[in-house]
């Protein structure tokens, strides 16, 4: 029997998130392609070939080097058991001169555009992503801007890519009607370009900031903590900041709704789902004016230059003080936010794939 489609879930982690998300969330529209999965943990309702287990982000630098070696030399043998004529990864992951088909998504260069030289990623990114881009069947990006950085460092063209936006659980982010508590809120790792440091700065310099408090949400990188620390401690913040680490997904929703905005000042960002999340939920949004951001927030929300941190702080300023900015935004968030859907992203990934089956 030949399968028309091979899935690649190797990198599929016990406790899912982010690009796992992403997979799982596709599963329901590829249903009717009849994918065989290799994956790990056995997928309810679908055919699943059996992977090595501790091949993900779990096992740390192991992991990711035990899939890379299993996707090169192992992969192609089970691509050929299968006898599928097109292997999808959710991650930017295939066996190289293998003469295997395949269809990757790309979901941001963010290790080359702030680069460390000779770190793992950016040596991946460097090195390895280049040939797989070149030898894939066809590419998936997860907004505009990222297909435009692949066509930027890598010289992939336009008809090569094809942007298909993320979405967000719509079940889980949305609104609860509760009051909203006196805290600006961040979602996402410390990493530098997350840009912490212009937010801690922009706190610092908002009206009245001893009324507020600025809770950062999301887990933390002892490489970068430690200087993140000092400068609250410095700027006399620390009894207002909170850190809250990871934070269950099924208590996201509450957080983010009784905030007076999600403040995102990232200095970049291949999809940015935190806004998208946080405008299901009819919470304000305040983001960066680049990268994918406008294109994921359209006119509802405040767009600022993350390297201000005086344009940051004067928005986070309007958005405490102004209840009729804070209404305009809440409705026009929802509004936003109802154009995406793991529906609309499943079937337009199934409509693409089916033209390369």
Wanted: a positive charge; proline letters at 10%; glycine letters at 4%.
């Amino acid at each position: 029997m030949t399968h028309p489609l091979t899935l690649n879930l190797a990198f599929l982690p016990v406790k899912p998130t982010g690009l796992a998300t992403y997979a799982i969330n596709l599963l329901p529209a590829l249903k009717p392609l009849a994918p065989t999965l290799l994956v790990a943990q056995p997928q309810a309702d679908f055919d699943c070939f059996p992977v090595p287990p501790g091949m993900t982000h779990e096992q740390g630098r192991k992991g990711h080097f035990s899939r890379l070696w299993w996707t090169q030399w192992q992969l192609p043998a089970a691509y050929r058991q299968v006898r599928s004529p097109l292997l999808f990864s959710p991650i930017p992951e295939a066996p190289l001169f293998a003469g295997c088909r395949f269809v990757v998504t790309v979901h941001d260069l963010i290790p080359l555009r702030f680069f460390r030289k000779f770190t793992p990623l950016w040596t991946y990114q460097r090195y390895y992503l280049p040939q797989v881009l070149h030898q894939a069947t066809h590419i998936i990006t997860n907004s505009q801007a990222t297909a435009q950085d692949v066509m930027n460092f890598f010289q992939i063209p336009a008809a090569k890519l094809t942007p298909i936006p993320l979405a967000h659980d719509r079940a889980n982010f949305r609104p609860l009607h509760l009051p909203t508590y006196n805290y600006f809120l961040y979602l996402g790792r410390n990493d530098p370009y997350k840009n912490l440091h212009g937010l801690v700065s922009a706190f610092a310099q908002v009206p009245q900031r001893q009324e507020y408090e600025l809770w950062i949400a999301g887990p933390t990188d002892a490489r970068y903590q430690p200087a993140l620390t000092a400068q609250i401690a410095e700027l006399g913040l620390t009894p207002q900041v909170k850190f809250l680490s990871y934070v269950p997904y099924a208590e996201l929703p509450v957080i983010i709704n009784q905030a007076i905005a999600l403040v995102f000042p990232t200095l970049w960002e291949g999809f940015g789902l935190p806004v998208l999340e946080a405008m299901a939920c009819g919470t304000p949004v305040i983001t960066s004016n680049l990268a994918s951001l406008p294109e994921v927030a359209g006119d509802a929300a405040l767009f600022v230059d993350p390297t201000n941190p005086a344009a940051i702080a004067a928005a986070m300023h309007a958005l405490a003080t102004d209840a009729s900015l804070r209404a305009t935004l809440q409705t026009a968030s929802l509004s936003r936010a109802a154009r995406f859907s793991w529906t609309q992203t499943g079937n337009t990934t199934v409509q693409l794939l089916q033209q390369f089956l």
